[in-house]
């Protein structure tokens, strides 16, 4: 299919997309705000695939152009879903996530070292508590009759 001269997209055809894309960009701006749980990364990657889509259609002319442009353009896009489903998944199932803190490990570390140290400070005559912990004390009647009576 050879091209005599570029496709002159209708300016009315122009204009509809680009209202298409305002939408598209407004229901962007409201996925952001709706809480949406784990489905809030996939609708927006949605949205963002409709309206690069529209783009490419449109806009670089991939609707009237070559077919064979447009094959090459959609079994790339094809590779790209699947890619980064795969990825999306990765990391949705892994356990490790919920195990993130704000401190970093060096400010871990020093508050592990100052519980150390107050730990360290405390006498360890405060600490004794049951009665094997005091070895200098008669262990009760049984302990004075071993010498033979």
Do not use: C
């Amino acid at each position: 299919m050879a091209h005599d001269g570029p496709h002159i997209v209708p300016k009315s055809t122009l204009l509809k997309v680009f209202g298409a894309l305002i939408v598209l960009t407004g229901i962007t701006v409201g996925v952001a705000y709706v809480p949406l749980g784990p489905l809030t990364v996939p609708v927006a990657l949605g949205v963002a695939g409709m309206k690069a889509t529209l783009v490419v259609l449109f806009f670089m002319h991939l609707k009237y152009d070559n077919p064979v442009n447009a094959l090459t353009f959609t079994i790339g896009t094809i590779f790209v879903v699947v890619f980064v489903t795969i990825t999306l998944l990765d990391t949705a199932f892994r356990g490790d996530l919920g195990n993130v803190t704000a401190q970093t490990v060096q400010e871990i570390q020093a508050e592990q070292e100052r519980a150390q140290q107050r730990q360290d400070a405390i006498p360890s005559d405060s600490l004794r508590i049951a009665p094997s912990d005091y070895p200098n004390q008669d262990r009760g009647a049984s302990m004075q009759s071993e010498g033979g009576s």
